[in-house]
């Protein structure tokens, strides 16, 4: 081994300040939970309960850990959407294309380093209609001492978008309002969906 490599080499193992880096413990229980949008109460599959998913916050160069535990019928995968997946391809989540999905019961832990990134990305389920309620965001932070290409905001806010399809009107209350020209109330409690006038 050359010099200057050994050198490194123990100004890293004894100085491990200098390599700024850290392993991000998570753990992903997807779970279903009932939950309410637009008047609307259904159970959907969620991650630790919540609706969006948990935010994720790494650092430049962190290695990040994930434990996913599949709780409900269905099979499970996440996708590091944005995520160069460098030397670790199997813990990038397309179901059945770098990883077989996770079967109700098990669990399987995604292990990836976020290398020459930062900002704010997106992981979401990469199997059937999963993606729908099983999304969150991942934050990127710069290495430390490095500063951000603009100046500091005074507060940051994620903001997941997302799209939950709720069927609110059913189709003879949109007929009867097309037909008569008239304002109709349609009650939607308790499954009576009728026309009232």
């Known amino acids: 081994m050359d010099s200057p490599v050994r050198v490194l080499v123990l100004v890293a193992l004894f100085f491990p300040v200098f390599v700024d880096c850290a392993i991000r413990h998570y753990k992903f229980n997807v779970v279903m939970k009932n939950t309410t949008r637009l008047c609307s109460s259904k159970p959907i599959v969620t ?25 409900v019928k269905y099979n499970v995968s996440i996708h590091w959407h944005g995520i160069r997946q460098l030397r670790t391809g199997w813990a990038d989540g397309p179901a059945y294309i770098t990883q077989c999905p996770i079967p109700t019961g098990q669990s399987y832990v995604y292990n990836f380093t976020i290398t020459g ?3 704010t990305l997106l992981w979401h389920a990469h199997i059937l209609w999963l993606r729908s309620t099983v999304h969150g ?3 990127i932070l710069p290495k430390r001492g490095v500063p951000y ?7 940051e806010v994620v903001v997941v978008l997302g799209e939950l399809r709720i069927r609110i009107l059913n ?13 109709i109330y349609c009650q939607l409690s308790g499954g009576n969906r009728t026309p009232k006038w």
Do not use: S, W
């Not at 290409?149 to 507060?155: C, M, Y």
């Not at 189709?171 to 304002?183: G, Q, S, V």
């Open 117 to 119: 990134q930062r900002g």
């Open 171 to 183: 189709l003879e209350c949109n007929l009867f309002l097309i037909m008569c020209h008239r304002p």
């Open 47 to 71: 991650v630790n309960g919540k609706f969006p998913g948990p935010t994720l916050y790494a650092r430049e160069d962190d290695t990040v850990l994930v434990k996913v535990v599949n709780h």
């Open 149 to 155: 290409p603009f100046p500091k905001p005074n507060k």
């Open 137 to 139: 965001a991942l934050v």
